[in-house]
């Protein structure tokens, strides 16, 4: 039976993740919790935002659209990467996105040191504008005086904040070692048909519970 309260709940660790991103006039300043970034390449397609679907060829890495709906209709697809972090003041574990140039710095800190986590990042938009350039600092952290939480599955929250059904994604490795996402049409299409383009029943229970994305257009947090 359902537990009913007539109090809402206090923040805590235990209600989930909040998808992340620089804010427009202050900085970000975080602890990055896990060991390398999530690579995912996506759309604003149908009213939200989906992981790109477009197909690599295995020889030569060139691509085609394959079953993108969103690429066979000119929709230009964005590559944006993800890294869990916990806030530096707060201790809110949380999931930060950012572009892939912006995502520069944090490719070189890893190459420097092996892992991103303990990577202390400073994100800001030196232009002051919403949709800005982001330029992220970075700096180390000694782990022996910080105590860091494990780092969540990125790629699950991602799908629950997108509502993917579970069985439409696949994780794939790059030559370097980073996960990506590659997802596999069948279930997607499946999802697609329900309406307002709701996770299909039998796997939102794969997904952490099925927190969604409401049609207000906030992401719910997902455990």
């Not at 209600?15 to 006039?25: H, I, N, S, W």
């Not at 949380?94 to 420097?112: D, G, M, P, Q, R």
Request: hydrophobic share 35%; with cysteine.
């Amino acid at each position: 039976m359902p537990a009913w309260s007539n109090k809402l709940p206090e923040k805590s660790k235990h209600m989930g993740f909040d998808l992340r991103r620089t804010p427009a006039t202050t900085a970000l300043q975080a602890i990055i919790t896990c060991d390398d970034i999530l690579v995912c390449d996506t759309h604003y397609w149908g009213g939200r935002t989906l992981p790109c679907e477009r197909k690599r060829t295995a020889n030569d890495g060139s691509e085609t659209a394959g079953t993108c709906a969103a690429c066979n209709e000119a929709i230009p697809f964005r590559t944006h990467v993800y890294v869990s972090a916990m806030e530096s003041k707060s201790r809110e574990h949380f999931i930060f996105e950012c572009t892939a140039h912006a995502a520069k710095a944090l490719v070189s800190y890893h190459e420097a040191s092996g892992t991103l986590r303990g990577c202390i990042i400073h994100a800001s938009r030196p232009k002051g504008l919403r949709n800005s350039q982001v330029v992220i600092q970075t700096n180390a952290v000694n782990l022996a005086k910080v105590q860091l939480p494990d780092p969540p599955n990125i790629i699950r929250a991602l799908s629950t904040i997108w509502r993917l059904p579970a069985t439409g994604l696949a994780v794939e490795k790059e030559k370097r070692g980073s996960p990506t996402v590659k997802t596999i049409p069948g279930p997607l299409n499946r999802m697609r048909e329900q309406p307002d383009n709701q996770p299909e029943p039998e796997s939102i229970g794969d997904i952490l519970g099925g927190n969604g994305k409401p049609k207000n257009g906030k992401a719910k947090k997902v455990k």
